[in-house]
């Protein structure tokens, strides 16, 4: 089994910074695309970032472009989401995910992740 914890969040004002992290178990870690979505009050889960396997490659949502940096450490067995500029629109629970592939490059379709933290709560105020 594969456990995900993520950590970080909070309530910030607009235009503060937070830094989330997932500290996983398990050794597929290293070999697998980890992904960020979000989920906001009646609205369905969303991509938010992804990176591949190491860290390489990346992929944003056209709404946290520019804003967020998604990163890992896989001798810590930990992905990272730093999140600056926030909007009181980045309001949700934050979720990491493990691909359930390995070595390519994270999908953005949440059904592509086999694993998911329970999440952590990011309240953004105006």
């Known amino acids: 089994q594969v456990q995900l914890v993520e950590s970080g969040g909070g309530l910030v004002q607009a235009g503060g910074s937070l830094r989330l992290a997932c500290a996983a178990s398990?050794?597929?870690?290293?070999?697998?695309?980890m992904g960020w979505f979000r989920q906001a009050p009646g609205k369905e889960r969303e991509f938010v970032a992804t990176?591949?396997?190491?860290?390489?490659?990346?992929d944003y949502a056209d709404s946290v472009k520019g804003r967020f940096t998604i990163s890992r450490d896989n001798a810590k067995k930990t992905v990272f989401l730093q999140m600056n500029s926030l909007k009181p629109e980045d309001t949700a629970v934050y979720y990491c995910?493990?691909?359930?592939?390995?070595?390519?490059?994270?999908?953005?379709?949440?059904?592509?992740?086999?694993?998911w933290g329970q999440g952590t709560q990011v309240t953004v105020s105006s």
């Open positions: 398990g050794r597929t870690f290293s070999s697998r695309a």
């Open positions: 990176t591949n396997w190491n860290g390489g490659r990346t």
């Open positions: 995910a493990l691909d359930r592939q390995s070595f390519r490059s994270g999908p953005r379709n949440g059904a592509e992740y086999d694993y």
